[in-house]
């Protein structure tokens, strides 16, 4: 029988169950606005009615098409950098991967037990996983605070690929006779195979759960809901900042805090305290240590499988000057050189 845990009757979390969008948006320039700093090009169109590999297709075959393409794979990234139409931009953006331990009481696996979790992150070689599986287009993480953000711990220092620590922890608490779950997106599935080999390394058999794009929303309102035990002792999971400064206000939160959506497991009273003082506090530089000392707790209780931040990876057109930003993506201040086939006979 399932037991079911009921979230505060206050607190919601939204879903998104479709990205229904238009094929063109247009956005032109306003001349009228009243700061100094005003866009540098007249007109900007979002394309969206094409395929990833349709998009980096016309902007690194040919010219007149697409001036940048958001979201490149690591897996394209070569290609990006083979093109003479296209230059490939690798910035630190605030996006991180981790893996959600399922921490539940009614779970048979004692992911509850810090030593099995750090076991977990011991076993994880991170430098192979950013250079093989995101082509070396990332930066392994000691927590979930990336070392260009506001608030991780002094002397923060990714934990190190030690098998033979890894191994001596899981006797101290030994696995239940069946494989590891590790469920994943598809979109990730090659991450998670990696993980998967550095997990059997120590002995301990794995089982990767792909989940379909089809399947992510049911997956995610369970998750969300917390009314039924994920099946899952692992989930691949990765999210994004939209701000350096204080990143436990909407990183750690939705990971660990009582109101997280990411939370799979009982909540965490010390976490809470901690993270109610932090929310509380109004001096920037109290802010910030209090900031660090929660990254710190949650790295020292290895309260999730920490992963790496991937890089943000654009193909943009080699006569547009532009620079991305760590959380979203601007356009006011892109510019054209001469050479560009917009202005270039003109």
């Known amino acids: 029988m399932a037991i079911q845990r009921v979230r505060p009757s206050f607190i919601a979390t939204n879903l998104i169950t479709g990205e229904d969008r238009t094929a063109r948006v247009v956005l032109e320039a306003n001349r009228d606005h009243n700061t100094p700093r005003t866009a540098r090009v007249e007109r900007v169109v979002f394309v969206n009615d094409l395929t990833p590999q349709e998009a980096l297709e016309a902007v690194c075959d040919r010219e007149g098409e697409l001036d940048i393409v958001t979201e490149v794979s690591p897996a394209d990234a070569a290609r990006v950098e083979a093109s003479e139409h296209a230059r490939l931009v690798s910035f630190d953006a605030n996006r991180l991967l981790a893996g959600i331990f399922n921490t539940w009481a009614d779970h048979d696996a004692p992911l509850g037990d810090a030593r099995v979790r750090e076991a977990l992150n011991l076993a994880v070689d991170r430098n192979r996983l950013v250079a093989d599986g995101l082509g070396g287009h990332g930066t392994p ?16 220092t990714p934990r190190p690929h030690d098998p033979d620590r890894a191994r001596a922890l899981l006797a101290e608490s030994p696995w239940p006779g069946r494989p590891l779950r590790l469920a994943t997106p598809a979109a990730l599935a090659g991450l998670a195979g990696l993980i998967a080999g550095d997990v059997r390394a120590l002995g301990l058999e794995v089982d990767v759960i792909e989940v379909p794009d089809e399947a992510l929303t049911a997956g995610a309102r369970q998750l ?14 990765a999210w994004f900042d939209l701000s350096s400064d204080l990143p436990p206000a909407v990183v750690h939160r939705e990971f660990f805090g009582v109101d997280g959506a990411f939370r799979a497991g009982p909540e965490d009273p010390e976490f809470d305290r901690r993270f109610a003082e932090l929310v509380r506090q109004t001096d920037p530089a109290a802010a910030t240590a209090l900031a660090e000392d929660l990254d710190r707790y949650c790295f020292d209780a290895c309260k999730a499988l920490f992963l790496c931040a991937p890089k943000a990876l654009y193909a943009v057109n080699r006569h547009v000057r532009w620079e991305p930003y760590r959380a979203t993506f601007e356009l006011a201040d892109a510019e054209t050189s001469e050479e560009h086939w917009s202005r270039a006979g003109g």
Not at 144 to 155: M, Q, V
Not at 224 to 237: G, Q
């Open 141 to 156: 993480l000691a927590g979930l605070t990336a070392p260009w953000c506001n608030g991780i711990f002094p002397g923060a």
């Open 224 to 237: 969300v809901e917390k009314k039924l035990t994920p099946p899952w002792d692992v989930l691949l999971h």
